[in-house]
């Protein structure tokens, strides 16, 4: 069965938490959806892809967060223990 592919959501730099835990950047939108999918199968519901204003990347979210240690305590999470890439985007 296929899923549906979520529309990406267009988004400020501080829209809902601040902080943003990044685990990819995609020019195309279809490789954000599977990278997007497979961390949703691994169990990080709150994933989503979105488009920062003048960028043409598509930036797969793995969650969004007021408190930048609750950021880094899931990219250390993604790092070690799924050895995937990701980095926090600090918000203003």
Avoid: W
């Amino acid at each position: 069965t296929s899923q549906p592919i979520s529309k990406p959501v267009t988004v400020a730099a501080n829209a809902d938490g601040k902080h943003l835990v990044i685990v990819g950047n995609f020019l195309q939108a279809v490789n954000a959806n599977q990278r997007m999918a497979e961390l949703k199968k691994a169990g990080f519901n709150e994933v989503e892809v979105v488009n920062f204003d003048l960028s043409e990347y598509h930036t797969v979210c793995a969650g969004r967060f007021d408190d930048i240690n609750e950021a880094r305590r899931l990219v250390k999470k993604l790092k070690d223990y799924h050895k995937i890439d990701a980095y926090v985007r600090i918000g203003s």
